[in-house]
């Protein structure tokens, strides 16, 4: 009989064993007292935290820094109340509810409750603001009636309030049933742009356009479930309605001189059937949606414009089908293939307008990929494909656009520290013969339908040094090139680079650090169009942007239950234009600073108070507005706003 050297030990372990009677009946019962695992029992009750707050604002006179911290007021004091809460009960039972930032104009309250395995239902309410700049206006009013007076500010904002509702019924069977409702009113005041302002003459100025609108989302389904297999079948809907019909404006003896519509009411629906199934190593899945939308819009407010009817009817249906297959033949191989359809047809009012036909907007497309995927080994995995995709558009110039594109992509990623990838893709986009019958140039190629061939590079690297040390780098590179650009873009190139690294020492301190710096750059040809010979030009537009940022925690922060944190971001955008002919235009340039931080010390096992400071700094400079300060105010931002808050937080 052969004993390897790791056997020898162990049998002669056995055969003491074996001598002094180690058979299980002999045995004392095992303790089992300190085998429980307290950690693992089921919580039943409340538990959460709750968090109150104040602070105080200044966004500098400008209103575009309270989309940081959403308030009423320029400058002042604030409060903030926070709490999320969490019950679980017997069984599945469970139930939470959550308030986000209450006492600020984007908040948010949520509640949930039911049963994991049986009825669950949620409401929330939230309201979301958001804030571009400050205007002047002689135009003022209410109620879609403008009228001319004295040069007012106003601020550009938009306020969305939504309710929410859901049901989702998760049964002990096959079937799974969900219903949700939501409703949201949006408040707001945009600009339009005008020539003409009464008692100051022609020279640019800004339209405050009011808006009121309403919408009401329905979602509700059912799914089946069973082995390897699932379907759905769901329906969506969306009711808008808008409270004005028309926007007037004027002098304040004639205030409805000037009209402009706004978008009328209408409905959306859109019933789905999807389906998925999986068998060996295949899968399937598929999807077909069809969807409706109406509406509808009286003409009788518009008296400047001569109609031939007194309602616009409108109504657009479109139908869509996809599918996916996915089949791994082996470990090393993966094969997939996937098509969709898409069609769109207008059926609206074409003869609204005396003496005029509204375009028809009828369009269609066909996508196909096929693709696969080969391990060649254990580190080192190559994918490649083809797709292809076919619109017919019924007004456009050329009717119809075909554009390939093949791909490869690459990974290699050992055991070790270093991870690569890269991917390289080339397109090419042809077409039907151009028609020229829209009004247009005849010479005139639009970008979105002219030959175009496209070629992209993109690659990736990570390289973990050490434990706490890794460095990330992708960098991309992508040219369209635009063959025959009588009129219109000739050259589009976007390449930059992405850096970053990462420091993170566990329950000690955490440091990135990440650099973005991107180029985008476009040549366009031109022509004057009442030249005898055109007289063609080019420009060139040139846009750079730089971003760098840190973020920095550090906790047990002098020696104490203290952690520490902090943001800091810088970016520089600049945009460029150089013509070969006419007017070079003035650079536009963006600089902006963002800084924040944060403190939070532990007072005891279930107290903590936390420190926020807030600051951002935005220059902003646009040539259109130079100049134009007493008529347009000061689109253009140059602010310094900050904020600055304490919160006492109560866990339990």
């Known amino acids: 009989m052969r004993h390897y050297t790791l056997c020898l030990p162990l049998l002669t372990v056995f055969a003491s064993q074996a001598a002094d009677d180690y058979a299980l009946q002999q045995a004392k019962q095992a303790d089992t007292g300190r085998w429980r695992c307290n950690a693992c029992e089921p919580y039943q009750g409340w538990h959460g935290e709750v968090g109150v707050g104040v602070g105080y604002l200044n966004d500098d006179g400008a209103s575009r820094f309270r989309n940081w911290v959403p308030t009423n007021y320029d400058q002042g004091m604030l409060g903030t109340l926070n709490a999320d809460l969490h019950y679980r009960g017997e069984g599945s039972?469970?139930?939470?509810?959550?308030?986000?930032?209450?006492?600020?104009?984007?908040?948010?309250?949520?509640?949930?409750?039911g049963r994991y395995d049986g009825l669950r239902g949620r409401f929330e309410y939230r309201e979301s603001p958001y804030y571009w700049n400050r205007g002047v206006s002689v135009y003022q009013g209410e109620g879609g009636v403008l009228s001319a007076g004295p040069l007012t500010p106003f601020d550009k904002e938009t306020v969305r309030k939504q309710v929410s509702l859901g049901l989702k019924f998760t049964p002990k069977s096959p079937w799974q049933p969900h219903a949700s409702l939501r409703h949201e009113t949006r408040r707001s005041t945009l600009t339009g742009y005008t020539s003409t302002l009464p008692g100051l003459g022609a020279m640019p100025g800004w339209l405050p356009i009011?808006?009121?609108?309403?919408?009401?989302?329905?979602?509700?389904g059912v799914s089946y479930l069973a082995k390897g297999w699932l379907v759905d079948l769901s329906y969506y809907g969306s009711l808008?309605?808008?409270?004005?019909?028309?926007?007037?404006?004027?002098?304040?003896a004639n205030p409805y001189l000037n009209d402009r519509a706004y978008e009328p009411d209408n409905d959306y629906h859109r019933l789905t059937l999807s389906g998925r199934s999986n068998w060996d190593r295949q899968s399937l899945t598929g999807r077909v949606?069809?969807?409706?939308?109406?509406?509808?819009?009286?003409?009788?407010?518009?008296?400047?414009t001569p109609v031939t009817q007194q309602n616009f009817n409108g109504r657009v249906n479109t139908w869509q089908a996809d599918a996916r297959w996915l089949n791994r033949i082996s470990r090393a191989l993966t094969l997939?293939?996937?098509?969709?359809?898409y069609?769109?047809?207008?059926?609206?009012?074409?003869?609204?307008?005396?003496?005029?036909?509204?375009?028809?907007?009828?369009?269609?497309?066909?996508?196909?990929?096929?693709?696969?995927?080969?391990?060649l080994s254990r580190t080192l995995k190559l994918e490649g494909g083809y797709l292809y995709r076919g619109d017919q558009r019924d007004e456009a110039d050329r009717r119809e656009t075909d554009l390939h594109t093949i791909f490869v992509r690459g990974r290699y990623q050992p055991v070790g520290p270093l991870s690569a990838g890269t991917k390289l893709s080339l397109s090419r986009r042809t077409g039907s013969e151009w028609l020229g019958d829209s009004g247009g140039s005849p010479t005139l190629r639009q970008y979105y339908l002219a030959d175009r061939d496209r070629a992209e590079l993109r690659g990736d690297l990570t390289w973990q040094v050490n434990d706490p040390l890794a460095l990330t780098a992708e960098a991309w590179w992508a040219e369209d090139s635009y063959p025959e650009p009588d009129i219109g873009r000739s050259q589009d190139r976007d390449y930059g680079v992405d850096l970053a690294a990462n420091w993170s020492l566990p329950e000690r301190l955490d440091l990135s650090l990440f650099l973005n710096q991107q180029w985008i750059a476009s040549d366009q040809q031109h022509a004057y169009r009442y030249a005898p010979d055109w007289a063609p030009y080019q420009t060139l537009v040139r846009d750079e942007i730089t971003t760098v940022g840190l973020g920095l925690t550090k906790k047990q922060a002098l020696e104490r239950d203290l952690t520490l944190g902090l943001d800091y971001s810088y970016s520089y955008g600049r945009g460029r234009n150089e013509a070969s002919a006419g007017y070079d235009y003035p650079d536009l340039t963006s600089t902006l600073h963002?800084?924040?931080?944060?403190?939070?010390?532990?007072?005891?096992?279930?107290?903590?108070?936390?420190?926020?400071?807030?600051?951002?700094?935005?220059?902003?400079?646009?040539?259109?507005?130079?100049?134009e300060e007493a008529n347009l105010g000061e689109w253009n931002q140059h602010y310094g706003g900050y904020f600055g808050g304490v919160s006492w937080l109560y866990h339990f």
């Open 594 to 627: 963002r800084l924040s931080g944060y403190a939070l010390y532990q007072l005891d096992e279930r107290q903590a108070l936390k420190l926020d400071l807030r600051y951002e700094r935005v220059s902003d400079e646009d040539y259109l507005y130079l100049g």
């Open 93 to 113: 039972e469970y139930g939470q509810m959550q308030a986000t930032d209450l006492g600020l104009k984007r908040f948010s309250i949520a509640t949930e409750a």
């Open 343 to 375: 069609d769109r047809q207008d059926e609206s009012d074409r003869y609204v307008v005396t003496g005029r036909q509204r375009p028809l907007t009828d369009r269609s497309h066909s996508k196909g990929e096929l693709g696969a995927s080969y391990r």
């Open 336 to 341: 997939k293939a996937s098509a969709e359809h």
């Open 240 to 252: 808008y309605t808008n409270e004005h019909e028309a926007l007037y404006y004027g002098s304040q």
């Open 289 to 304: 949606m069809m969807s409706q939308a109406t509406s509808s819009g009286g003409l009788n407010p518009f008296a400047n």
């Open 210 to 220: 009011p808006q009121d609108q309403k919408t009401t989302l329905m979602d509700a």
